[in-house]
């Protein structure tokens, strides 16, 4: 009896133990972080920085570049995933606010498919014209340019990535509130868009900042104005849209979420350690290096916001009449 009470003692040891080791393992299992866009751009570069981050507090982060059909592709992955929180994604003005509106059909539901955790950037837009199209139509202003469409219909045009991108739903939304005409010319792309504007081809564009910079600075192009409703540190000495027309505000943004119904204390724990990991320093010179605004928010703040914004796309894209499919 001795002997099977000790046999039994050793095995109900080893089982504790295996139990607690199989607890570990699961602790230790990577957290999946999928980016619905390639791989080098600004969302990715971002991400990649925070997944660095927090690696002593949530162990190893995998970055998972899942691109393709505007956003939806990743986060779809997201929206099906197991809702344990380990497996994570981006939420991105593309995806939780206008391709609900684009797109005729969509795999998910950007409104109920998704925990928010926090907001991870804020990236302005910028009013960006031909330097040299600038000076030669003595336009240095949001209201030097509506002043001239205004006396001069239908001669101006601008360019953008492509029907229900960024810079055409700002193009769309800029044209409506000044009350102007101006021709929308889409391209294949940003890039393609900024080349366009570059050679004079179109005479404005609303660019993301982190792109235009580099020929703003070169002096090809001129900052008109921002489309963040307070002036950018990267370009403190151009004013925000809003200054001219009241309210304009139409940035680009990006966050963290994961599949609706991961558990509360899971969130939290999430947010709070990727919240340390925007309010670093370190994080903050790192994301200024990529014109990029780290912005940390409670899961509720950011759940309200991106509430919001999907709610102002609605408008946005259907007075376009822009759709994908």
């Not at 507090?57 to 990743?74: R, S």
């Not at 769309?172 to 900024?194: D, R, T």
């Amino acid at each position: 009896m001795k002997t099977r009470h000790f046999l039994l003692t050793l095995l109900a040891s080893a089982t504790a133990l295996m139990g607690s080791g199989h607890a570990v393992a699961q602790q230790q299992r990577p957290i999946r972080l999928v980016v619905p866009y390639a791989a080098g751009g600004p969302i990715d570069n971002t991400a990649r920085i925070l997944a660095e981050r927090v690696k002593d507090t949530l162990g190893p982060v995998i970055i998972d570049n899942k691109p393709g059909a505007g956003g939806n592709i990743g986060a779809d992955i997201v929206a099906k995933a197991p809702a344990d929180g380990l497996t994570i994604g981006i939420a991105a003005t593309a995806t939780n606010a206008v391709n609900p509106w684009l797109y005729s059909k969509i795999p998910f539901n950007a409104a109920t498919d998704f925990a928010p955790i926090t907001q991870m950037v804020r990236v302005p837009n910028v009013l960006v014209m031909n330097a040299d199209t600038a000076r030669r139509l003595n336009i240095n202003t949001v209201a030097d340019l509506i002043r001239y469409a205004k006396a001069n219909p239908a001669k101006l045009n601008y360019g953008s990535g492509g029907n229900g991108s960024a810079g055409h739903l700002a193009g769309e939304l800029f044209k409506k509130e000044a009350g102007i005409f101006a021709l929308h010319i889409p391209y294949n792309g940003g890039s393609p868009a900024q080349l366009a504007l570059i050679s004079g081809q179109v005479d404005f564009n609303f660019d993301n900042l982190a792109t235009a910079a580099p020929n703003i600075r070169s002096g090809k192009l001129k900052a008109i104005a921002v489309t963040t409703l307070q002036r950018s540190s990267a370009l403190p000495d151009v004013p925000p849209i809003a200054d001219t027309l009241k309210g304009f505000s139409i940035d680009t943004w990006w966050g963290l979420v994961a599949p609706a119904g991961t558990p509360h204390d899971v969130v939290v724990k999430l947010n709070q350690a990727f919240v340390a990991a925007l309010n670093a320093p370190e994080t903050k010179t790192r994301f200024a290096g990529l014109l990029a605004e780290p912005v940390a928010s409670s899961p509720e703040q950011f759940g309200a916001f991106m509430k919001s914004e999907l709610s102002k796309y609605e408008a946005v894209v259907k007075s376009t009449g822009a759709k994908v499919d």
